[in-house]
């Protein structure tokens, strides 16, 4: 039997940001898109930002992450800006098989 | 000199006579005279360093502290004078042939070539001095790698496949078998140092010795144990001057001393709890040399002959050190047929490579049917092929009948005649592949067709051949005096 | 009146190693030309360097001074300031290096790699002091987005580094998110945000606190490149051949497995969750230095082997802190100094002819003789030959192993070695052996001052584990001191 102490708002509330961190890590290291993973990036620190603040912890560690969310945002999308320029592609795979295929190409001396 | 200063000189002078041989690779005879001049200076400190140790004087070094409780320090003890100054006095015979060959075959770099050898040569000193476990197995590791540019010298197609299995061999063993025993005898003792009578002794159940052994046996993969000896017949690629460096005077001979000092240090004569992993390596290694002498029979070309012949001669030695492990009273006869056997082994070995070696630089011949009627034309290098085929078989008197005598008894004694049966018929197998092969290179009527150096071998060619065949009728006269100078080894030290 | 700003900046040399990176990195970035910027940034890292070595020299000399808080947000403990050192001097090695390196990305962005290369440093360092644990993963973040960057800016040179990219900003992202996660979890159950805290609370909540802290050595595990975890960091560093890897390889790696160091010495110290975390460490050190050394014998390209040997190493220092003894927590730093030697020595040499796959290593003894050399010491320390400090951290590790009953550790240490021989032994084979194939043979090494600190720290590798009396000193000083000085 589960007490109502045990069902607060927010436990509740830490366990569905623990989840949405957990579906956004998943997006963001098996998605075959560099969009789609950045975006993962985003839920999963969203749902961080969602699971500290149930859990009760200071202002500043929240100001802390959102800073954080807010870096990697950027980072995230100047990365895929700079993917297109450069291979003319965002899904991972085909990057993927670029490189693999200028890593068999030998060198011209 | 102080038996400290003579040990620095024996281990130091083989490193500065690389670096001098690399630098100064021209003129070759300034080479030739600096690897000559110094081999002979190291084998000279090895024989003060066996007067010193006949006198009761003793000597230890301490290079380094790398580990709290561990320190790469040498010693001298009457096992390892002995084989140093065999070894080393081998080296000097084999420094005048190396120099030959060079000149004669025209190798390539010979001065990268003279180099490592002077470097392996440094190793085995260093397994034979070696104070303990640790500096065991970094002199161990260190020869390995001195070695390798040796086998993989030529850096051919077939060199290099060969030089690859003989370092993942040798380093594999070492650090999957020999590496583990060692921490686990720390584990049990706490010290790593060599002791009389054994660091083990009192300190294990049967099972652990029984397990250590094969380990410590089994990761000493110089001594060409099977399933461990793919490094020997993978070695036979390398020129002849790197051969004789391999398979009689380094890492053969180095595997022989680091399993006799592990057996008589680690472990201790007669210590019975390992008794049962000891009958069952006698086997292995009793098999082995039958099947090993039975592969050379079937080997036409001479290096690989040769290599079998050998690994089944090196063998003989690990089956004597076990048999010290035997419960009885033979266990010293073992050690001491173990140490005859790495003496007869070296000066036979040497002799039958360096007169191959001989043969390849003047007639470019190395098939065995090639040989037939060549001692005709080179009378002195197969005068003493054919002492030292003498000696691998173990006809008296020369130095491998002792070893075989006293290996035979210590099987006997030790109540396992088969061990007996086996070392016999390793050494009819033996008489089989060498003795034919010398009486037709001896009887057989002179080939007519062209040589490759029509005016003959060198002196320097061919005096090492015979000087080092003279060398396997030594023991015929100092036996007796061997067997009183090693006795400290196999005697524990009187209680205080 | 200069002694007295000496002692000033000595009392305060915690937050010196912080701030003197940090400056350096402002400064590079307003010097703008590439070489002046280098002087600078050498210069910042050099000052860092010397007050992390001279503080950790203080902490660990025995004067045993209780500095253990620095005002309210430092607190300095044995591992931190050992780690600090080494973390220290291995920036200012990289920033040397990298001088190498300037004109490989554009004379323009040269500044700016320096500046992010001292960045790294300085978050890793303020990691390994911080007290709180939300500034540990703010300075952990700093660090690794300054790693993030420094990867994409070298995309100048080869497209390849993108990809890199984009695998350290996805992986960090979620080890960022599981640090915090994990941060809220311990501060919910012991009421406190402090590490040191951690030790000394009474934890009512031990499943919460336990699962915290697995989070946040997840999250380290990942920035420290532990397999099975690592798959960014061969693809980060794997197409990186310029003296930046070192910051990427080397640096970053080094600060993530330090302070992981420092987060266990705490969490291990906490009775009522040091045994899961205990666990914890224990399986992932076993998986990566399982997984690192397969993947390590079958690699094709020089820089991801040695990533791969990096994370079967980084399994080897796990394994030694998941012993949670202080001869466990000594094993573990000599294998951190290990592990940094031997992958400067690795990754310096292939920076210096610009080596990626194993192909272009034939005949690299010939044309590149001193990178070759460089190349085999940190090979042989990485086999964990005798006398190089490779041998020395697996030696601790087994006889700390060994003293505590867990045998299948030491055998793990004789797996990593042996596939040591393999992989190293293939590497020398080579180099030494093998003639230049005919598309690489003109190639010759480069011949730059810049590169000798690869060469000093190969030559460093065998020198140390000829003679390591001071380091085995000042390691076992630190792990006496695990958590702060006070106690």
């Known amino acids: ?109 | ?496 | 009146m200069t002694p007295a700003y000496l002692d000033l900046a000595r009392a305060h040399a915690p937050l010196l190693m912080i701030v003197a990176p940090l400056l350096g990195a402002a400064l590079t970035l307003v010097t703008g030309a590439a070489r002046v910027s280098w002087v600078v940034a050498c210069v910042a890292a050099g000052i860092g360097a010397y007050a992390a070595i001279d503080f950790a020299s203080v902490v660990l000399g025995g004067a045993g001074q209780a500095i253990a808080g620095v005002g309210v947000a430092l607190f300095v403990d044995g591992v931190g300031s050992f780690a600090a050192a080494l973390l220290a001097s291995v920036a200012a090695v990289t920033i040397l290096a990298v001088g190498a390196s300037l004109k490989d990305s554009g004379a323009a962005v040269a500044p700016l790699a320096l500046a992010l290369v001292l960045c790294i440093a300085s978050g890793w360092i303020g990691a390994l002091v911080a007290r709180d644990l939300i500034a540990i993963v703010a300075a952990v973040e700093t660090a690794w987005l300054a790693s993030v960057g420094l990867v994409m800016l070298n995309a100048q040179r080869g497209r390849g580094a993108l990809n890199g990219a984009l695998r350290m900003l996805s992986y960090g992202g979620v080890g960022a998110a599981f640090m915090l996660l994990g941060a809220g979890m311990i501060a919910r159950a012991t009421g406190s945000f402090a590490i040191d805290a951690l030790p000394l609370a009474h934890i009512q909540a031990h499943n919460l606190a336990a699962a915290g802290a697995a989070l946040i050595v997840l999250g380290l595990a990942v920035k420290g490149a532990v397999a099975p975890m690592h798959a960014w960091a061969a693809a980060a560093v794997g197409r990186l051949p310029t003296t930046y890897v070192l910051g990427i390889g080397v640096l970053s790696v080094l600060g993530a497995l330090s302070a992981l160091v420092r987060f266990s010495a705490y969490a291990i110290a906490a009775p009522e969750i040091g045994a899961a975390i205990s666990a914890t460490l224990a399986v992932l050190g076993a998986a990566s230095v399982i997984v690192g050394s397969v993947q390590a014998v079958g690699a094709r390209n020089l820089l991801r082997l040695t990533a791969y040997a990096g994370a079967s190493q980084a399994g080897c220092v796990l394994l030694s802190i998941a012993l949670g003894s202080p001869a466990g927590f000594a094993a573990a730093l000599m294998q951190l100094v290990a592990f940094s030697a031997a992958a400067m020595a690795l990754y310096g040499g292939a920076a210096a002819g610009r080596v990626q796959s194993l192909e272009m290593l034939d005949g690299y003894g010939q044309r590149a003789p001193l990178a070759s050399a460089a190349i085999t010491l940190g090979a042989l320390s990485l086999m964990g030959a005798p006398l190089t400090i490779g041998f020395l951290g697996r030696w601790r590790l087994v006889e700390a192993g060994v003293g505590a009953g867990w045998w299948w550790a030491a055998a793990l240490v004789v797996v990593a070695s042996l596939a040591g021989v393999f992989y190293g032994g293939r590497l020398i084979e080579r180099m030494y052996f093998r003639r230049a194939n005919a598309a690489y043979a003109g190639e010759r090494g480069v011949w730059r001052i810049a590169l000798a600190p690869a060469l000093i720290v190969a030559i460093a590798t065998v020198t140390i584990g000829v003679a390591p009396g001071f380091l085995l000193r000042a390691a076992a000083a630190a792990s006496l001191k695990l958590t702060g000085l006070a106690s």
């Open chain 2, 1 to 496: 000199m102080t038996p400290e200063i003579a040990m620095f000189c024996v281990l130091g002078a083989p490193v500065v006579q690389a670096l001098l041989v690399m630098l100064i690779p021209k003129p070759p005879g300034l080479r030739d005279l600096i690897h000559i001049g110094f081999s002979l200076f190291a084998a000279s400190c090895a024989v003060y360093l066996v007067s010193a140790v006949a006198h009761g004087q003793t000597g230890y070094i301490v290079l380094a502290r790398p580990l709290p409780n561990v320190d790469l320090a040498f010693e001298i003890d009457p096992l390892g004078a002995m084989m140093t100054a065999v070894l080393t006095g081998l080296g000097v015979l084999h420094a005048v042939h190396a120099a030959g060959v060079a000149r004669a075959k025209q190798e390539r770099e010979p001065s990268r070539m003279l180099a490592f050898i002077a470097l392996a040569m440094a190793g085995v000193t260093a397994v034979a001095f070696s104070a303990n476990l640790f500096s065991l197995f970094v002199a161990y590791q260190a020869l390995a790698l001195a070695a390798f540019p040796l086998v993989a010298h030529r850096g051919d197609s077939e060199a290099r496949p060969a030089a690859r299995a003989f370092l993942a061999t040798l380093l594999a063993s070492s650090v999957g078998c020999f590496l583990p025993a060692i921490i686990w005898t720390y584990a049990i003792s706490g010290t790593l140092d060599f002791q009389v009578g054994g660091v083990l002794a009192g300190r294990v159940d049967a099972l652990t010795a029984n397990v250590l052994l094969v380990f410590y046996v089994m990761g000493i993969a110089m001594a060409a144990i099977p399933p461990m000896h793919r490094w020997l017949p993978a070695s036979s690629t390398g020129p002849f001057p790197a051969l004789v460096t391999i398979q009689a005077l380094a890492v053969l001979p180095a595997g022989g001393i680091g399993v006799l000092k592990v057996v008589t240090f680690v472990f201790g004569v007669g210590m019975a709890e390992a008794a049962i992993a000891a009958q069952a390596l006698i086997v292995l290694v009793g098999v082995g040399m039958i099947v090993a002498a039975l592969i050379a029979l079937s080997k036409q070309d001479i290096r690989e002959r040769l290599a079998y012949s050998c690994m089944a001669q090196s063998l003989a030695v690990v089956m004597g050190a076990l048999l010290s492990l035997q419960p009885g009273h033979f266990g010293p006869a073992g050690l001491f047929a173990a140490a005859l056997q790495i003496i007869a082994l070296s000066c036979s070995a040497a002799t039958l490579l360096m007169g191959a070696g001989t043969t390849a630089a003047i007639t470019g011949r190395t098939k065995v049917a090639d040989y037939a009627g060549l001692g005709r034309v080179m009378p002195w290098t197969f005068a003493g092929f054919a002492i030292a085929s003498a000696s691998m078989i173990g006809m008296p008197p020369f130095a491998g009948a002792w070893a075989k005598l006293w290996l035979i008894t210590a099987a006997a004694g030790s109540g396992l005649v088969w061990a007996a049966g086996l070392a016999a018929g390793a050494a009819i197998l033996t008489f089989a592949h060498l003795g034919p092969l010398a009486a037709s290179a001896l009887a057989a009527r002179a080939p007519t067709d062209a040589f490759k150096r029509p005016d003959g071998a060198s002196i320097l060619l061919a005096a090492p051949v015979i000087l080092a065949a003279a060398a396997t009728l030594s023991l015929l006269v100092s036996v007796n005096s061997l067997a009183e100078f090693l006795a400290p080894i196999w005697t524990a030290r009187a209680a205080p």
């Open chain 1, 1 to 109: 039997m589960v007490s109502g102490a045990a069902l607060s708002v927010d436990f509740l509330l830490a366990a569905g940001g623990a989840t949405l961190l957990l579906i956004g890590a998943v997006a963001a290291l098996l998605s075959g898109n560099a969009i789609k993973r950045v975006g993962g990036l985003l839920i999963c620190g969203l749902g961080s930002v969602a699971a500290l603040a149930a859990m009760g912890v200071g202002n500043a560690a929240l100001v802390t992450v959102i800073a954080l969310l807010f870096v990697y945002a950027v980072l995230g999308t100047a990365l895929v800006v700079r993917l297109q320029e450069s291979y003319g592609a965002i899904e991972t795979p085909e990057i993927d098989g670029a490189d693999a295929n200028s890593d068999g190409r030998e060198p011209t001396s």
